[in-house]
C-alpha cells in the first residue's frame, strides 16, 4: 500500500520551505506563488511537475495493496447490510481527513505559508513538539507492524503456488501441505540481500516493478471472482453474514473485519509526500483536493465491486486471503501468477517500509557516535560485473540491518496468522495517522476554540473512530490468541 512515496520524491523531487505570511490578499497571493518557484529552482531542487492526474494514480497506488485480498472475507462476517456500508464509512471518513491534511502541507497558511515536505513535519508545525514522539511513534510501530504483515503474507502465496501446482498434478483433495516458516525463511533471505542497498534510489526499479504487480493481481482476484460467481449465477450471502457457534466468536470475527478494511484504506501518513510532487500554481491543496476525490472515489468503487462480488461468488465461506485460501483451483496457472505478483510486490514494498527505519536509526547512531569506526568505517568489495562496481558497505549496517530483518522474520513465524495481522496493524494505523493528527491540525490551523459546536463535533468524530480503532485492535488480538493455542511455534503448515 503505501511505499510508493519514496519513488514519488526520486521522481518529481520537493521544494523548499518558504517563508510564511498570515493572510494575505488574493493577488499578493499569486505573486507570492509564481515567486517561490523561483526560489526553489535556484536553491538547486527540482521543480515540481506533478498533477492532479498523476496524484491520483500515486493515491490509487498507495491504496490498492495486499489490503484487498481481505475484503471478501471482511464483507462476509459483516454481511450484505453492514459490509457495504462499512466500506463506504471508510470511504467517506478518509475522504473527509484526507480533505484537512491537504490544507496542512503549508504552515501556516495553505497556499502561502511554509512547505512541510513530510508528515511528521506538518505535525510538528501545527501541534508542536510534544506531539511528534507520539506521531514517530505511530508511524514507525506502522511501520515494522506492516514488514511482519508482508512477511505473513509473502510465504502464504509463495505457498499458494505450491499447492496450486499439487493439486493441480493431483487432484483437489490431495494433501498438499507446506511449511510456512520454510517460505518465511526463504523471503527473509531475499530482503537481507535488497537491505544492504544504501538507499531506496537505488531499488527505484524494484519498485516501479512492486506498482505494477499489485495492480496486476489485485484485478486478477476480481477477475476470479467474477467467474467464481458466473458459474453458479446467484447471490451467495446473508443479510447479516456469517454464523459461529458461540455469539463472542462472531463478535470478535466483526471487529476482526473492521481492522481489515481500515489497513485497506489507510494512506493518509503518505498524502503529504504525494502533495509534494505537486507542481503550483495552481495551489497544492487545491491540486490535491481534487486527486483525493478521484483516487478514494476510483479505490471506493473497486473495494465494493471485489468485496461485494467476492462475497456474492462464495457466500459465507469465502476465504480469509481470496488468492491462497483455495476457493480457487483452475485456471491454476492464472492464480499461480497472481500469487507470485503478490511476492514481487511485497518484496519492494518490504524495502521502501524497512529503509526508513533503518535510516532514522543509522542518524541515530551516526550522531552520538561520531567517531566509532564500526559505524563510520567504510569497506568495499569487487563485484564481478564491472559495471555494477563495486559493493560499500560498513560493518553496523551490515549486522543491524540483519539483526532487524531476522528479528521481524521471527515475530512472522511466531504469528503467521494474515488477517489478525492485517487488522491489529489497521486498527493501530487507522485512528492516529487518519483522523486524530488530521483533525488536530485542522482545529489548530483554523484556531477553532475549545467548548465551539464545529469543536465538539470533530472530538466526537475523533473519539468515534478511536473506539473503532480500540474495538478492532481487541478482535484482532483475540483472533491471534485463538490461533496461537492451536498452532505450534514454528511448524505452521497450510
Not at 458466473?230 to 470475527?253: I, M, Q, V, W
Not at 486471503?321 to 491454476?332: H, M, R, S, V
Amino acid at each position: 500500500m503505501h511505499y510508493i512515496l519514496r519513488l514519488l520524491h526520486h521522481m518529481f523531487g520537493s521544494l523548499r520551505s518558504l517563508p510564511f505570511c498570515f493572510h494575505p490578499s488574493p493577488r499578493s497571493r499569486e505573486r507570492l506563488m509564481a515567486k517561490s518557484i523561483v526560489r526553489d529552482t535556484e536553491h538547486g531542487d527540482h521543480e515540481r511537475q506533478g498533477t492532479v492526474w498523476t496524484a491520483t494514480a500515486h493515491i490509487v497506488a498507495a491504496l490498492i495493496g495486499s489490503g484487498v485480498l481481505a475484503l471478501a472475507w471482511s464483507v462476509a462476517q459483516l454481511g450484505w447490510v453492514v459490509g457495504p456500508l462499512v466500506l463506504l464509512g471508510f470511504s467517506c471518513i478518509t475522504y473527509y481527513t484526507s480533505l484537512l491534511l491537504t490544507n496542512c502541507y503549508r504552515f501556516p497558511d495553505p497556499i502561502t505559508g511554509t512547505i512541510n515536505r513530510a508528515y511528521i513535519d506538518a505535525v510538528r508545525s501545527y501541534l508542536g513538539p510534544k506531539h511528534v514522539f507520539f506521531c514517530g511513534c505511530a508511524q514507525y510501530v506502522n511501520l515494522w507492524g506492516t514488514l511482519v504483515g508482508y512477511t505473513i503474507t509473502a510465504s502464504t502465496s509463495m505457498i499458494a503456488v505450491k499447492r496450486a501446482n499439487c493439486f493441480h498434478r493431483n487432484g483437489h483433495s490431495a494433501r498438499c501441505d507446506a511449511s510456512g516458516s520454510t517460505f518465511m525463511v526463504v523471503f527473509g533471505l531475499f530482503q537481507l540481500v535488497l537491505s544492504q542497498f544504501p538507499s531506496l534510489e537505488n531499488i527505484t526499479w524494484l519498485s516501479v516493478v512492486a506498482v505494477a504487480t499489485s495492480f496486476c493481481y489485485s484485478f486478477i482476484g476480481l477477475g476470479l471472482c467474477v467467474g467464481k460467481w458466473a458459474s453458479h449465477g446467484e447471490f451467495r450471502g446473508t443479510l447479516g453474514g456469517t454464523t459461529t457457534a458461540a455469539p463472542s466468536e462472531k463478535a470478535f470475527n466483526v471487529l476482526l473485519a473492521l481492522g481489515n478494511v481500515a489497513f485497506a484504506y489507510t494512506f493518509a501518513d503518505v498524502l503529504i509526500e504525494i502533495q509534494d510532487t505537486l507542481k503550483s500554481p495552481p495551489p497544492e491543496n487545491k491540486s490535491m483536493k481534487r486527486a483525493t476525490f478521484s483516487g478514494i472515489g476510483l479505490t471506493t468503487v473497486f473495494y465494493l465491486l471485489l468485496g461485494c462480488i467476492g462475497y456474492a461468488a462464495f457466500g459465507n465461506d469465502a476465504p480469509g486471503n481470496i488468492l491462497t485460501g483455495f476457493g480457487f483451483y483452475e485456471p491454476f496457472w492464472l492464480v499461480d501468477i497472481a500469487n507470485i505478483c503478490v511476492v514481487v510486490h511485497l518484496i519492494g514494498a518490504y524495502q521502501v517500509y524497512a529503509q526508513p527505519i533503518f535510516a532514522r536509526f543509522e542518524d541515530y547512531l551516526a550522531f552520538h557516535w561520531p567517531d566509532n569506526k564500526f559505524i563510520h568505517r567504510t569497506y568495499s568489495v569487487p563485484l564481478p560485473v564491472k559495471e555494477v562496481g563495486s559493493w560499500r558497505f560498513t560493518l553496523s549496517k551490515l549486522v543491524l540491518r540483519t539483526i532487524f530483518i531476522m528479528f521481524t522474520t521471527l515475530v512472522a513465524m511466531l504469528l503467521p496468522f494474515f488477517n489478525a495481522v492485517l487488522g491489529l496493524i489497521g486498527a493501530l494505523g487507522f485512528w492516529p495517522l487518519a483522523v486524530y493528527f488530521p483533525l488536530g491540525m485542522h482545529m489548530a490551523q483554523e484556531r477553532i476554540k475549545r467548548g465551539a459546536p464545529k469543536w465538539f463535533l470533530l472530538q466526537g468524530l475523533s473519539f468515534f473512530c478511536f473506539l473503532i480503532s480500540i474495538a478492532a485492535s481487541v478482535g484482532s488480538v483475540a483472533d491471534i490468541v485463538h490461533n496461537l493455542k492451536a498452532a505450534a511455534p514454528f511448524k505452521t503448515s497450510y
